[in-house]
């Protein structure tokens, strides 16, 4: 089992910028991808990024492209998300999943999930 627990989300306004961190606790010496996703009221919940075990393999979605860079300092047990540009429409609860290898695309890939913080970008 590995639990996880997001921070970092808030209030900004459109432009600035927020880091979205992940913290890992559990079984944490097994190999694992993870990512982060997004929801916002009404919609279905997308990949925003995703990291390899190593960081060598990294997938950002359309919306993230450009504006957002996914990291992770394994030592920590930490993932992060660096937003920058935020833009209103990145409005959302974010989500940090884990899985078992690799780069998972669909929320169905992963095994663990946080339970989300909520990111507002005001116009």
């Known amino acids: 089992q590995v639990q996880l627990v997001e921070s970092g989300g808030g209030l900004v306004q459109a432009g600035g910028s927020l880091r979205l961190s992940c913290a890992a606790s559990?079984?944490?010496?097994?190999?694992?991808?993870m990512g982060w996703f997004r929801q916002a009221p009404g919609k279905e919940r997308d990949l925003v990024a995703a990291?390899?075990?190593?960081?060598?393999?990294?997938y950002y979605g359309d919306s993230a492209k450009g504006r957002f860079t996914i990291s992770r300092d394994n030592a920590k047990n930490t993932l992060y998300l660096q937003m920058n540009s935020l833009k209103p429409e990145d409005t959302a609860v974010y989500y940090c999943?884990?899985?078992?290898?690799?780069?998972?695309?669909?929320?169905?890939?992963?095994?663990?999930w946080g339970q989300g913080t909520q990111v507002t970008v005001s116009s």
């Open positions: 999943a884990a899985r078992g290898l690799g780069i998972g695309f669909s929320p169905d890939a992963y095994d663990y």
């Open positions: 559990g079984r944490t010496r097994s190999n694992y991808g």
């Open positions: 990291i390899s075990w190593t960081g060598s393999n990294r």
